[in-house]
């Protein structure tokens, strides 16, 4: 099993940034890919930016680009989301995820079925 803790989430103002943490515990060697999803309330779990271990290769919403990066730090077991440039419609609860289905090409990380492990998610609120 895998246990994933998310932290780094707050009220801020837009125009602000956030860095949110994802730290892996247990058993981390099964992970392949790694992904930040959100969820407004009302709204469903949508897809934010991933990353492969292997090869670094990172994916991002649309709605994202050029303001949000995803990293890792292998040595900590943690992932990261830099968040610059926020804006209202990012406020939602962050979820950190983790996939071992190596059946899966990247191009579906996007996918909320991609992903066997899930963190309880931090709240993220932008304020206008």
């Known amino acids: 099993q895998v246990q994933l803790v998310e932290s780094g989430g707050g009220l801020v103002q837009s125009g602000s940034s956030l860095r949110l943490s994802c730290t892996y515990s247990?058993?981390?060697?099964?992970?392949?890919?790694v992904g930040w999803f959100r969820q407004a309330p009302g709204e469903e779990r949508e897809f934010v930016a991933s990353l492969r271990w292997s090869g670094d290769s990172k994916l991002y919403a649309d709605s994202v680009k050029g303001r949000f990066v995803i990293s890792s730090d292998v040595a900590k077991d943690t992932v990261y989301l830099q968040m610059n440039n926020l804006k209202p419609d990012d406020t939602g609860v962050y979820y950190c995820a983790g996939s071992r289905q190596s059946h899966i090409a990247v191009n579906y990380d996007y996918r909320v079925t991609t992903y066997d492990y899930w963190g309880q998610g931090t709240q993220v609120t932008v304020s206008s």
């Open positions: 247990g058993s981390i060697y099964t992970v392949l890919a």
